[in-house]
């Protein structure tokens, strides 16, 4: 099927040990996106790649870093995690990351920092 | 500052009534707006979006958008609920810049009671 998938779906551990999540879609979309969804489920852009690129990079800690080896992946590490990490990240991906198009998500990796 | 507001936390309609779910705006230049909906546990789904042209837009599963400039509104409307929608829906905006970059609404929760 085509999609934007995340692995893994849950993410349980213990504070300032390091994590990653992997994003990949076969949309054969340009341009990709991390959102953080708080506990009020409030949605928040973090990062966006358009061809490997770096296009946005929001008020983020330094902690957590972006990687796109391609087009089609979107990487996101964690370092030193925080309680106030603890949040659903979502991965996207849009066709040319235009200002009219859809965005297509991902279902959200829980992250749950103890 | 660009901004999009949905002002209910929450609607609640019963089934077979219409319903709205109702967002306001706030964009330097013409506005390029959007609606997701969010079934629990799973990623946003594209709704419809407004971009330019008539001012009443259809979108998925019966939905549609009135886009009232004046107003500076984007409300989102069903002529018939079902208890399926009950989900929670976010209103989007993209700014001015062509950078693909979202802003999103704080979501308002629907519940479609039978």
């Known amino acids: 099927d085509t999609a934007v998938s995340q692995t893994p779906k849950y993410l349980v551990t213990q504070m300032g040990n390091d994590k990653s999540i992997k994003c990949e879609q076969n949309?054969?979309?340009?341009?990709m996106y991390w959102y953080k969804q708080d506990s009020k489920k409030f949605l928040k852009i973090m990062f966006s790649?358009?061809?490997?690129?770096?296009?946005i990079n929001e008020t983020v800690p330094n902690r957590f870093s972006p990687k796109s080896p391609d087009k089609a992946h979107l990487n996101l590490h964690i370092n030193s995690l925080e309680l106030g990490d603890s949040a659903v990240y979502f991965c996207?991906?849009?066709?040319?990351?235009?200002?009219?198009?859809?965005?297509?998500f991902g279902p959200g990796t829980r992250l749950t920092v103890l | 500052a660009q901004s999009v507001a949905q002002p209910e936390d929450q609607v609640k309609v019963a089934e077979g009534n219409p319903l709205t779910v109702k967002c306001t705006y706030s964009v330097s230049g013409n506005p390029y707006l959007f609606w997701y909906v969010q079934y629990p546990n799973r990623g946003l789904q594209f709704l419809l979006k407004?971009?330019?042209?008539?001012?009443l837009v259809k979108g998925s599963y019966g939905f549609e958008a009135e886009f009232n400039k004046s107003q500076t509104s984007f409300h989102l409307k069903k002529p018939s609920a079902l208890v399926s929608d009950s989900a929670l829906y976010f209103c989007?905006?993209?700014?001015?810049?062509?950078?693909?970059?979202?802003?999103f609404g704080q979501g308002t929760t629907l519940q479609v009671k039978p």
């Open positions: 790649y358009n061809n490997k690129e770096l296009i």
């Open positions: 949309l054969g979309h340009d341009t």
């Open positions: 407004y971009i330019t042209g008539d001012n």
């Open positions: 996207a991906s849009s066709p040319r990351g235009g200002r009219w198009d859809e965005q297509f």
């Open positions: 989007a905006v993209h700014l001015s810049s062509n950078t693909g970059k979202l802003i």
